[in-house]
């Protein structure tokens, strides 16, 4: 009977461009429009070195407008604007899959795509940890070096007002001042997310791939069992559009997609091993890296989740991103 092998159906260029492609279209950070891809972190992947720095200017400080006279004598003194930087670090992933369980499995019509799937799914999940991980590192900084001006927590009121609900998500988005209806959606814990249910409070609208999308109250949902829960303490967090800058890529020496073959595993009956490999960028807007506890040649999920790692560098509105703190009962 013909088994169908890995090196029958994998091209490897063709492989890595779908799966880049592929996963920087599914993941639900993206389809909410918070991930944004930028064409600036996608360069630089392909660059040398561990970071670089992407300079960006302030806005315009609202000092009052001079009081115009006739005196030829008196004359205006102008102003400047600012300016400030970000470092993004890169990251050099990579995973595989041993092809001796995976081409049992597989075997048979359409292989490929379900290879393909499982691959993008992997690095889509990826991405949304790695985001994930981002946060918690942010908000730990926001609380230990800014007061916590970003984070709403009622977890420890009693009854109803330390439960999640619409006027909870209010109240943390007023964070942002009169930014707040920059927000365009919510990330929230499984436990969290069935509250909302229970409340009515989720609504489903079409998206443009055939399927629908969570909202709450206009937000689109992201459900992420990943975000923090403490003794019953549950972290959501509230996005504006392009709050988070990604880019991903293909090594530049080694390949994206790489067939291992290994003749004299399993007593010369042979093993198949996949490798995929990922450069990959993830930045949050208003934040920098600081590059203050990395053990190996890129930061760990635990690492991205240190505050010590990251620093604000733009005055609290100009941030679009909020977190809140609630219990789910």
Same mark, same amino acid.
């Given at each position: ?45 392909? *660059?040398?070195?561990? %970071? ?9 400080? #609202? ?19 600012? %300016? ?62 800014? #007061? ?11 009854? /109803? ?6 006027? *909870? ?8 001042? #009169? ?57 959501? /967090? ?46 949050? /807007? ?44």
């Amino acid at each position: 009977m013909a088994t169908v092998r890995l090196t029958d159906i994998i091209e490897p260029a063709t492989f890595t461009g779908y799966t880049l492609q592929e996963t920087m279209q599914k993941t639900a950070l993206v389809r909410a429009g918070v991930a944004v891809r930028n064409n600036v972190i996608a360069e630089q992947l392909k *660059a040398g070195s561990h %970071s670089f720095t992407v300079p960006f200017w302030r806005d315009l400080e #609202d000092d009052e407008a001079n009081i115009v006279n006739d005196d030829p004598d008196i004359h205006s003194t102008p102003k400047k604007i600012g %300016s400030g930087k970000q470092i993004v670090r890169k990251s050099y992933l990579h995973q595989s899959w041993s092809a001796m369980n995976l081409a049992s499995e597989i075997a048979g019509d359409d292989a490929l795509a379900k290879i393909q799937s499982r691959v993008v799914a992997y690095w889509d999940r990826q991405l949304q940890k790695r985001l994930v991980a981002s946060l918690r590192g942010i908000m730990a900084d926001n609380i230990a070096n800014f #007061d916590g001006d970003m984070v709403l927590d009622i977890s420890a009121e009693t009854g /109803a007002a330390g439960v999640f609900g619409a006027e *909870a998500v209010i109240d943390a988005t007023g964070t942002l001042g #009169d930014s707040m209806s920059n927000l365009v959606s919510i990330a929230m814990h499984s436990d969290i997310y069935r509250r909302a249910l229970k409340n009515d409070l989720i609504e489903f609208i079409p998206d443009s791939q055939g399927g629908t999308i969570a909202t709450f109250r206009g937000l689109a949902t992201v459900v992420d069992d990943g975000l923090p829960v403490n003794e019953g303490a549950y972290t959501c /967090a509230l996005f504006g559009a392009g709050a988070v800058g990604y880019g991903a890529a293909e090594p530049s020496i080694a390949d994206g997609t790489e067939v291992e073959n290994l003749p004299s595993a399993g007593r010369g009956g042979g093993q198949q091993i996949l490798h995929s490999r990922m450069n990959m960028g993830m930045h949050p /807007a208003g934040f920098t890296w600081v590059e203050d506890t990395v053990a190996d040649e890129s930061p760990s999920l635990s690492e991205l989740a240190l505050p010590a790692n990251w620093s604000r560098v733009v005055e609290r509105k100009a941030v679009p991103l909020a977190f809140l703190i609630a219990r789910a009962q």
